[in-house]
């Protein structure tokens, strides 16, 4: 029996969390090793990959709140303040779990790209643009732009996001909101860069999600700079004119790319291989970008 039938206030599961009601002001949240790609949940989960989604979460809240970016949704991490009920599965909780402040979600994914890349690179090769933001003739697969674009985008509850215009965002949460949200997810994927530069990763382009509680200022939400949300690649083998080698689901799309499948639910098992390189690829990301040991976080869930 699942964690979600027997806990009390579990509200839904998403395509990765499973969200619980703690009171009138917190969620908890907890990843689990379920992975999606094209929208679809595939049947195959990855080993601790909820914790590297919870580790590297951890980590840039935090960063990015010292920066003074902006505040987050973070209150706790810990596993000993949860209902009774929850108690059994505490070992199974830690170290991918966190107890959140509740916040009315923008209805926007929130998208930088700092370079040409994944549908990004699609969209380019048939209208010169992106997301209708024009760029450049004859540039390359993998080419850094000249300076980071804000593509947003709705946030579907089923089936495939849909692309949409600044102005369409400000339709939605009004211009001075859209702004707000926009200076911000910048300076957060500006920031994201120049941290994760010394570690040998390019943050290629990623997504973020914000809220706003009691009618207050935008905080950051659910994850963040994680391989689920961002295109993570390896600076010392970067080159322009093709794929490159990633710490993030693109292994897993390349392979879902090779197989007659429709992209449509149910989607396939994964082989053993690609569950253990999927595996390898998230825990050195959040080796290189924390600095810290993911074995170490599994048993003692501390981070850099």
Known sequence: ????????????????????????????????????????????????????????????????????????????????????????????LRGRSMVCRRATVLPVELIVRGYLAGSGWKDYGRTGAVCGIPLATGLRESDRLPEPIFTPSTKAEVGHDENISFDQMVALVGAARAEEARDKALALYRFATLTAEPAGIIVADTKFEFGIVDDGPMILIDEVLTPDSSRFWDA????????????????????????????????????????????????????????????????????A
């Open 1 to 92: 029996m699942s964690l979600a039938e027997v806990a009390p206030g579990f509200l839904r599961s998403g395509k990765v969390r499973d969200i619980y009601s703690l009171d009138e002001s917190r969620l908890l949240l907890v990843a689990s090793d379920r992975i999606s790609a094209f929208d679809v949940v595939l049947p195959t989960p990855i080993p601790d990959k909820g914790r590297v989604l919870t580790g590297l979460a951890r980590y840039w809240f935090r960063e990015t709140q010292r920066a003074g970016i902006m505040p987050n949704h973070l209150l706790t991490t810990s596993v000993e303040g949860l209902p009774d009920a929850f108690a059994a599965q505490a070992n199974e």
């Open 236 to 303: 010392s083998s970067y080159e322009p004119g093709r794929a490159q080698d990633s710490y993030d689901k693109q292994y897993v799309r390349d392979y879902l790319e090779t197989l007659d499948w429709g992209k449509t639910y149910p989607g396939p098992e994964l082989p053993a291989e690609v569950v253990a390189g999927t595996r390898k690829r998230y825990a050195e990301a959040f080796e290189r970008i924390t600095g810290g040991s993911f074995e170490r976080y599994l048993s003692d869930d501390v981070i």
